[in-house]
């Protein structure tokens, strides 16, 4: 029985691969598996290529998840993290090669619930400074049931270089959820935060050096706005980053606002920028750049149906589609945990979604102008989950979609990507 999974999709940028990680929760055995999925010829089939992610050593198969996996690429090699409950609660990490090689079958762990580290840590979130990558996730260990944030830096190599974790935000009450970017310089972590109290939480956020020194120990807000800002997700255009959230100031719909934070953490859009007031709820959003502008994704709810939409920003924070490009099929009915990457010319989005018998994990290019190329759908993977409950998926995370040809025929990698 599969009872719960998630994503992780990997675009090999050399050997013309796709890898994907996915949790299947067994009664007696529960791993990750990541299978990679060649793009070249006409099957691609998530058949080839399986592997147990982190199949001995120290995570003995013990009916428990992993989830809530994030991951980076740094030039070489990517980081997967992920939650890990296989003897406790911890954040574990492995590097992968772009050939699909683990590289640490033993798994890193990074920081665990017991011993030097005992935060009960959980939704880990990771970027590369170009040197080492900061890993970020919730932390419990200063008072059960209030998160901060913490985090530690992990060399390429697979090193922990900080192994108790440095708080990032220490705050009264709960931060929960951090979510990272870097700007050449510093990174920006950004999280949700409930030190106003119930029902009224905002995004705040906190820069940090690639020495791990947190330049706002006391952290800063981006958006107070009345009601709540959830889930944020940042992403970096060359100049400012951009957050953007789910947002219940208009209650009791969710929204899709955002914000500008420069480099210097100056918020440089106070009151937000509307970027989606759909009738419904608009939530779980995600966020790229493709060197121009942004392109925002997010959960399109309607009464018995929800939607991947989208919408461009451009780097002054002007919405060019304020009607929201529809980007998931609109025959499917039911899809959720939209991701967005850039590759060299298109974004690619990915989202779940559920039919009569299963979950299928599904995706399509969305050009530069908005214009969404696959407008069926690519299936990207048949496994997401057994029955039609879509919330077996817990997370599909695109993380790199970047190509670089090994030879100069350009459309050979948007003819692979239709071919899936
Ligand atoms: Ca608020």
Same mark, same amino acid.
């Given at each position: 029985?599969?009872?719960?999974?998630?994503?992780?999709?990997?675009?090999?940028?050399?050997?013309?691969?796709?890898?994907?990680?996915?949790?299947?929760?067994?009664?007696?055995?529960?791993?990750?598996?990541?299978?990679?999925?060649?793009?070249?010829?006409?099957?691609?089939?998530? +058949?080839?290529?399986?592997?147990?992610?982190?199949?001995?050593?120290?995570?003995?198969?013990?009916?428990?998840?992993?989830?809530?996996?994030?991951?980076?690429?740094?030039?070489?090699?990517?980081?997967?993290?992920?939650?890990?409950?296989?003897?406790?609660?911890?954040?574990?990490?492995?590097?992968?090669?772009?050939?699909?090689?683990?590289?640490?079958?033993?798994?890193?762990?990074?920081?665990?619930?017991?011993?030097?580290?005992?935060?009960?840590?959980?939704?880990?979130?990771?970027?590369?400074?170009?040197?080492?990558?900061?890993?970020?996730?919730?932390?419990?260990?200063?008072?059960?049931?209030?998160?901060?944030?913490?985090?530690?830096?992990?060399?390429?190599?697979?090193?922990?270089?900080?192994?108790?974790?440095?708080?990032?935000?220490?705050?009264?009450?709960?931060?929960?959820?951090?979510?990272?970017?870097?700007?050449?310089?510093?990174?920006?972590?950004?999280?949700?935060?409930?030190?106003?109290?119930?029902?009224?939480?905002?995004?705040?956020?906190?820069?940090? +050096?690639?020495?791990?020194?947190?330049?706002?120990?006391?952290?800063?807000?981006?958006? +107070?706005?009345?009601?709540?800002?959830?889930?944020?997700?940042?992403?970096?255009?060359?100049?400012?980053?951009?957050?953007?959230?789910?947002?219940?100031?208009?209650? *009791?719909?969710?929204?899709?606002?955002?914000?500008?934070?420069?480099?210097?953490?100056?918020?440089?859009?106070?009151?937000?920028?509307?970027?989606?007031?759909?009738?419904?709820?608009?939530?779980?959003?995600?966020?790229?750049?493709?060197?121009?502008?942004?392109?925002?994704?997010?959960?399109?709810?309607?009464?018995?149906?929800?939607?991947?939409?989208?919408?461009?920003?451009?780097?002054?924070?002007?919405?060019?589609?304020?009607?929201?490009?529809?980007?998931?099929?609109?025959?499917?009915?039911?899809?959720?945990? *939209?991701?967005?990457?850039?590759?060299?010319?298109?974004?690619?989005?990915?989202?779940?979604?559920?039919?009569?018998?299963?979950?299928?994990?599904?995706? +399509?290019?969305?050009?530069?102008?908005?214009?969404?190329?696959?407008?069926?759908?690519?299936?990207?993977?048949?496994?997401?989950?057994?029955?039609?409950?879509?919330?077996?998926?817990?997370?599909?995370?695109?993380?790199?979609?970047?190509?670089?040809?090994?030879?100069?025929?350009?459309?050979?990698?948007?003819?692979?990507?239709?071919?899936?």
């Amino acid at each position: 029985m599969i009872s719960r999974g998630f994503l992780v999709v990997l675009l090999n940028s050399l050997a013309w691969t796709i890898s994907y990680a996915q949790t299947i929760a067994l009664p007696s055995n529960v791993d990750q598996v990541i299978e990679e999925v060649s793009r070249a010829g006409a099957c691609l089939a998530p +058949t080839t290529g399986e592997f147990l992610l982190d199949s001995n050593v120290i995570y003995r198969s013990i009916p428990q998840l992993e989830e809530t996996p994030a991951v980076a690429f740094d030039g070489t090699n990517y980081l997967v993290v992920w939650r890990d409950q296989r003897d406790g609660y911890k954040i574990c990490g492995t590097r992968i090669s772009q050939s699909g090689t683990i590289l640490d079958p033993a798994g890193i762990l990074i920081c665990s619930h017991t011993g030097i580290c005992p935060g009960w840590p959980y939704r880990p979130g990771v970027a590369f400074d170009g040197t080492n990558y900061l890993v970020v996730w919730d932390d419990f260990r200063n008072e059960p049931g209030f998160g901060d944030i913490y985090g530690a830096r992990v060399t390429t190599s697979g090193a922990v270089l900080d192994s108790l974790g440095f708080p990032v935000s220490i705050a009264p009450q709960n931060q929960s959820s951090p979510v990272i970017a870097f700007d050449g310089t510093n990174y920006l972590v950004v999280w949700y935060d409930h030190r106003p109290g119930a029902n009224n939480l905002d995004i705040y956020g906190a820069r940090v +050096t690639s020495s791990g020194t947190v330049l706002e120990p006391g952290d800063f807000a981006i958006s +107070t706005a009345a009601n709540a800002q959830l889930w944020p997700a940042v992403a970096f255009d060359g100049s400012n980053f951009l957050v953007i959230w789910s947002d219940t100031r208009m209650s *009791p719909r969710a929204d899709i606002f955002g914000a500008r934070v420069s480099p210097s953490g100056s918020v440089l859009d106070t009151a937000g920028i509307l970027i989606s007031q759909a009738p419904q709820n608009q939530t779980s959003a995600s966020l790229a750049h493709d060197g121009t502008n942004f392109l925002a994704v997010w959960e399109a709810h309607e009464a018995s149906a929800s939607y991947v939409c989208g919408a461009r920003v451009t780097r002054s924070g002007t919405v060019l589609d304020p009607e929201g490009i529809p980007i998931s099929p609109q025959s499917v009915k039911h899809v959720n945990r *939209p991701h967005v990457a850039f590759g060299d010319t298109n974004y690619f989005v990915m989202w779940a979604q559920s039919n009569a018998s299963n979950c299928l994990v599904c995706g +399509t290019r969305v050009d530069q102008s908005g214009v969404v190329l696959d407008s069926a759908g690519i299936t990207v993977s048949t496994r997401g989950g057994l029955g039609s409950n879509l919330n077996i998926i817990t997370q599909v995370i695109l993380i790199s979609y970047s190509y670089h040809l090994v030879s100069n025929t350009p459309s050979r990698a948007e003819l692979d990507v239709r071919q899936m």
